[in-house]
Structures are given as structure tokens and as C-alpha cells.
């Protein structure tokens, strides 16, 4: 087998960084829709992993193989002298068309050790393609955050909690005057753009990549804020 035909097996599945950190189950479920999907699908095993390539992708292709059988999805062929030749069974078939590969893609674009609560509160907004939502509540978290700063800031949101917290007489410390502006324009900046996405067309929430970046924005004033 030779390297452009690898390559281009290989672009059925998930790319290699994913694959390497992939369970054994989420890398089935690929190996299942291309079974079920791909014109000529190859499920002899054999003949499958020459067209993976090797090494550690190799070894995570066979534990996805091994689950495979295990859980009944696919099965020997009868009278396969040699034990290399499989079929996908209908308990495979039936699991390979209820998977929602979209949601299973979104989930793979989402960052892993982002903050606890963007991970618990906003990663399950941004897997059902709701972005609009996942920014404003990635944003809305950075407020919270900051309330919880100092009592003072308590009664206040937007624009208004950010001037009380980083204007020439907010209540958050930072290490000078210059500081401290440049703090309040980045916040402010921020929430202007990306707090109240409506109001503003330049934002494309339609383009999953995007969002991911306005969270991992978001992500980063909260890093910040823990360090005040």
C-alpha cells in the first residue's frame, strides 16, 4: 500500500491528533459509518489496517477494531477459513444511523481544560449549535466572576459593573493607572463586540470556529480576573 493511498483511506476518519486521543468507542463510531457508508467499504481486517497508517494510529485503529467485535457491531464472516473477513451485523447498521456525527464534530472542535464552568455550562450550548447562546453565557460568567471580586460590585452588569471595576476609581487592584485602563478597554471592548451579539452583524455565529475563538476570549478574562 503506498503512502497516497494511505492518505487518502486515512481521510475518512478524524485527523491523527484527534485519533491519537480518541476512546476506543469514538473511534469505532467512525470505523461504523465508514462500514456502513463508503462505497466498497474494506472490513477485512486485514486488508483494513494495511491501509491505516502505523504506529500508534495503527494501535488505536485495533483497539476501536476490538470494540467493535466486543460490543456485536460487527461480526465473522461465515466460513472464513482464516478469521480476517468481517460484516457490520444490524445491531451495527442501527447504531452506525443513530449517531449524530455533527454534534460528535462540534464536541471534537471545543477545546479540553478550558475553565469548569465554561466546560460544564457552555461546551453543551456550543455541541447543540446553539452559539449565540454559548457566547452570551461564556460572557455572562465573566461578570459573575468579577461581582464576586468585591461586595461593591454586586448591584451592577455590562459596561457599568466594568467601569466599577477597573475606572480610575474601581474597586479592583492593579498594578498601575495604565493598567487599569487598559483593563477596562478590554472588557469593555469585549462585551460590546461579543456580549450582545445581536445588535452586532459582523459577528458570524453561523461558522463554529468563530465561536470557539469568542469563547476562549471569554475564557482568558476569566483567567484574568482569578489573578486579581
Not at 493511498?5 to 473511534?27: C, G, H, K, T, Y
Request: hydrophobic share 45%.
Amino acid at each position: 500500500m503506498n503512502q497516497d493511498q494511505i492518505e487518502s483511506f486515512m481521510r475518512n476518519f478524524p485527523p491523527r491528533a484527534q485519533v491519537l486521543s480518541m476512546e476506543a468507542e469514538d473511534l469505532g463510531a467512525h470505523m461504523l459509518r465508514y462500514m456502513t457508508t463508503a462505497p466498497h467499504a474494506e472490513t477485512h481486517r486485514f486488508n483494513f489496517m494495511q491501509m491505516v497508517e502505523g504506529g500508534q494510529i495503527a494501535e488505536r485503529f485495533m483497539e476501536a477494531w476490538g470494540w467493535l467485535e466486543r460490543e456485536g457491531f460487527i461480526a465473522h464472516r461465515p466460513n472464513d477459513i482464516h478469521g480476517q473477513g468481517f460484516f457490520v451485523t444490524r445491531a451495527g447498521r442501527r447504531v452506525a444511523q443513530s449517531i449524530d456525527f455533527g454534534a460528535w464534530k462540534k464536541e471534537s472542535m471545543f477545546p479540553d481544560g478550558l475553565d469548569p464552568i465554561v466546560m460544564a455550562q457552555v461546551k453543551p450550548l456550543f455541541v447543540r449549535g446553539d452559539y449565540d447562546t454559548a457566547v452570551f453565557r461564556a460572557f455572562k460568567e465573566v461578570e459573575v466572576r468579577l461581582r464576586a471580586k468585591d461586595a461593591s460590585l454586586a448591584p451592577w452588569s455590562g459596561v457599568d459593573l466594568i467601569n466599577r471595576a477597573f475606572g480610575p476609581n474601581g474597586c479592583l487592584m492593579t498594578t498601575s493607572a495604565k493598567e487599569r485602563a487598559s483593563m477596562r478597554d478590554l472588557f469593555v471592548g469585549a462585551f460590546a463586540i461579543f456580549r450582545n451579539p445581536s445588535a452586532h452583524q459582523e459577528v458570524k455565529f453561523d461558522d463554529p470556529r468563530e465561536v470557539v475563538d469568542m469563547i476562549c476570549f471569554a475564557n482568558q478574562l476569566l483567567r484574568m480576573i482569578d489573578r486579581i
